[in-house]
C-alpha cells in the first residue's frame, strides 16, 4: 500500500521546528487518517531526512533541548494539524528519531532490504571508472587530457543522469544519433560527438565491471531493492530537505519514487518553511499526485532583531573574514550571555571561519562548540605529505627537496641515529647551490661521489671563508648520505607505473620520515588523528588500485589522485558540549539560539555558485530535468530569509571587505535585510569596535591597554613599561650603528633601500639562492671580471697597454683564448650560456668584442693601468661639516693612468648602467689620495662603467673633480645616516622589492599605511 504523503508547510522557521519536533515524538494512538498503527506500547521512531551530519547533531541538541530540558508539550491544535497526537504522558521522555543523510538513508535501505552484497565505496567506484576511462580512451580519443579531476566529473554526471531516472547509456546513443548529423559542418557539435562517443565507450565498461562484482553501487543498489520482496523501509519517514532542483544535498526524482513505493513505509512526511515550499510542493505534487497539504501556523511572535554597524547601512562591516569573527567575540563579550550555547557563528564556508574562531575565540576566552568538519588537506600533517609529493614530482630539485627536510612533520636520521637538524639543512641547501645542483638522483649521487675538498690547513683561521665552506661540505654531505636511502624508497614515482605502486612507494617513504608527535604535544592527539586518517586512505587507494587498475599511468596522475582524495576526506574537529556554536547554513536552521552571527555574506559565497556542468551545454540537458539555476538561487535566498528569522533574539549579518588580499563585493541576498523596520534595529555600540578581547588586541592598541582583563601579569607589566618608554620618533630608526669599514657597493644599496642594507649588514640575513639554468648572476658577474682581467693581463705581457685601431685583430685573438681557456673549466651545462654572453650570438655582440670597442674608441689615451687596485684605507672624502674621513674597503675592476696625467676609474657591469652609483666619485678619491701619498699628484679624468647589456657601453658617471666630489658628499651622508641608526623601508624604486631576498621579513605592504 502507498504511504499517506503530507507535504507540510510551516509559517516560519519556528514554526517548521516545532512541526518538527512534535513529528520526532512517538503517536500514542491511532494515526489520525490512516488504517493502521503499530498500538500502544510499540515505540517506531521515525526517520528523518536531514543535509547533513552537522545537521543531524544540532537536531538532536535540539530534540534533546526541546523535549527533555523544556519539556515541550506541542498544542493540540498543531498535533490535529498536522495528524500526529502525542500523549501528554510522553513529556520529558525520547526516543531519538534515526537522523539520515540521503546517503545513509541508502544504507539504512540496504540493510532492511537484507542484501547480501555489501555497497561499493565511492573511492573503489572512482578507481573503477579511472581504469574504464582510461581503457575507453584507447578505442575513442576524448577531445580532451584524461586527468583524475576529469574521471570524478564522468562518475559525477553518470550518477546524476542516474538519478535523475535516466539510463546514462541510452541518453548517449541520443545524443550521439543527434551531434553526428551536425558534426560534418560545426566543429563543437563535432567535438562532443568524439567525446560523446568516448563517454559511451568508457560508461559500457564501468557497468560491465561494477556488475561484475560482488559490491552494489548506487544505481545497482536501486535495481536491487525494487526487485527485494522485503519490507525495507522505516515506516515513517520525515524529510527536511527539498528536491535536487532547490538542495544540493536533497532528493532526486528516483528517491522520491523509491519512497512512493517503498514498501514497508506507511507514512511520509515532507516539512518545508513557507518560502522554501513555495515551488518545492508544487514539484512534489507533479510527482506524488495524492498527497495532503497541511500548513502549521506561526506558534511564536517574530521578535528577532537585526545587529546593525551603522544607520546607513544594515549589516556590519569588517575589514576581514578574522574582523569578522573578532567582531562577533567582541559582541559576545558586551552581550555576556548566561549560556554561550544560545550563540551560533554562522558560515557557507568552513575555512577559514573554523580556523580562525580556534585562534581567536580561544584567545579571547570564549568557549566553542562545531560540528562541523574541516578538510583533511587543511591539516598541517597532510601538509607535509603533499610537500613529499612535490618533491618526488619535481625530480628532488634543490628547493622541493629542502622545504620537504624543513617541515615540521618530516625527520630524518643519520646512520647514526642522530636526528638531521635545521642548521644540517642549511648547510645542504647552501652546498647544492654552490654545486649547481637543479636535481635528480643521479646528480645526488655525482656529487656525493666527487671528492670532497681538503680540510683546512692547520693553522688556517677557523672563521676563513674556506673553513666555513669545508664544514658546510661535510655537514651537507652527511645529510646527503642520510636522505638517499630514504629518497630511495620513492624511485618508482620518477616515471610511469601502476597507481597502486606509486601509492605504495608514497606511503613507505613518508613511514620512513614522518615525525611523531610528542606525548606533551598540545597537538598531540589531533596529530595522531590525521595520521590515521592519511594512512587509512592510502592503504585503501593501494588496495583499490591494486585490485581494479594495473594500467602504468604517469607520477603526476597518482599524486593528483591521492590530493583530490585527501580533499575529499574531512576531519572532525574536537569535540566540546558546550560554548558557541560554529556551524554551516545547512545546518543552522536545526539549531536552537537566542544570537545569531552570519559572517562572509559575500557575492559568490551567499548564493554559492553551482557545480559547472563540463561536459553538455545546458540545452542539452535540460531534457533529462537537469536542476535550473533559477530555481535553485530562489531556494538560497528562501533559506537566507529564513535564517534570519532563526534566532530568539537578534541577528547580525556581517561582510568583509578583503578576502585574503583581494577586494570583494557584498551579496544581492543582503537585500534581505530589509524585511526588518526601523524598529527592528539594534544599534551595535561604536565603542565596542576598540574592546579588547584578545591579548593582541591589548597590546597592539594605540596606545596599548595595561588595563584589559585579558592580560596576564606579565602582560599587563610589559604593556605598562612599554607606555612609559618615550615615544619613538619614527619607524625604521635603531640606536647609533658604531662606524666600520665600508664598501661602495654596500653604501649604494643603503641608498637603494636602507632596509635592505639593514637586513643583509646588520641583521646578517642571508640571500637566498636561486636555482636558474646557466652560472647564478653573483658567479656570471665573477667569470666576466675574472676573464677580462686575464685578458688585459695577456695583453700587457705580449707588451701592450691601450688597444689601438690597427692592434683589433691580435687583441681579438688573445683575447678568445683567454676567454676559451675560462669557458673550458666551467660545467658543460654553464659553458654554453657563458660562452654565448662572452663571444655573441648572431643577434647580439659579445662582451670581449664590446670591451675592445670601448677600449679603441675612447681609452687611447692610457699610460698606465692596474687592474682589481685594491682600496683599503681611511680617505677623507667631503661631507656636510666639510670633511669626514671613511674606512673605504674595496676592489677596482679597472684604474688607467691617462697621457696627461689624471686617472680613470672603470668598473665592469655584467647587467645595464645602474641607478644611484657612486664608485667612480669615491673611489677616484681614494686613487687621488694613494697617488698624493706616495708623493704624486694627478687630476680626475672621465670615469664610469661598462655596462654590457646597454648597445652604447661606456657610462661615464663622472667627468671631472667637481662630479667625484658630488659622489663623494653622497656617499658620506648614507655613512652618517647609516652611523644614526636610520633604516627605514623606503625603497629608491618599489620595482626593487620584486627581486629583493629580504622581502620576506620586510615590512613594505605596510609603508602606504603608515
Ligand atoms: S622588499 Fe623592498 S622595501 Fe623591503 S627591503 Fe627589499 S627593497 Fe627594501
Redesign the pocket.
Known sequence: MPPVIRLIQADDVDAWQRALVLLCLPAVEARIGEGSSPGPGAIDPPSVVVPSRAAAEQWQRTLEQRVLAEQWVAPRALQEAVGHRVADGTRGTLAMPRLLTRDQLYDAWHVGARLEAPRLAPLTREVLMGASARQASRIHRPPFLLRPGLVAEMLRFHDQIGRLGHDASAWLDEAAARLSDEASTDRGAERLLLQTRFLQEAYRRFETRVDALEGLDERALRVALRQSARSWSPSHVIVTVADHHADANGLWPVDLHLLAHAPGLTRLDVVATRRVADGLFARLRRIWPDTIDVRVLRQRPAETRLEVGSPERRWIGCRDRDEEVLAYARRLKALQPADASSSALVYRRPLPYLYAAQFLLGAAGIPYQSSGTLPLAAEPWAAGLDLLMDAALSGFTRAALVTVLRSPHVLVRRDDGTPIGPRDIAAFDVWLARQRYLGTLDHLDQLRAAPASAPPQEGTAGHSRYAEEWRQEQAARAVADAIRPWLAHLAPLQGPAAGAEHVRALHAAWQACERLPADDDPEASRTRRTRAAVDLLLAQLEQALATHDPTPVPARDTCILVRRWIEERTFALPRNEHGVHLVDADAAPYGLFDHLRIVGVLEGEWPEPSAREIFYPAFMLERLGWAEERTRTGALRARFADLLALPAVAVGVSVPELDQDAVVRPSSLLDELLVFGADGLVPVPAEERHLAVTREDALLATPAIPSATVLDAGARDWAAWRLARPARATAGQTSPVAGDRYSVTAVETYLH?P??YF?GRVLGLKEEADDEPGLPARDAGLLLHDVLHDCFVQWRRLGHVGVRPADLPEARAVFAEVAERALRALPPSDRAIERVRLFGSAVATGVLEKMLRVEVELFGDVARRTLEHPIDQHVALPAAEGTRTVHLRGRIDRVDWTTDGRIRVVDYKTGRRPSQALQPGVYAHAVVQQERASGREVGIAPSGFVAFREDVPWVQAVSDAKGADQHAFDFTAAVDRIESGAFP?A?HNPF??QF?D??SV?R?DYVGDE
Open positions: 633601500c632596509f635592505q637586513a623601508v625603497p626593487r622589492c629583493c629580504y622581502a620586510c613594505k
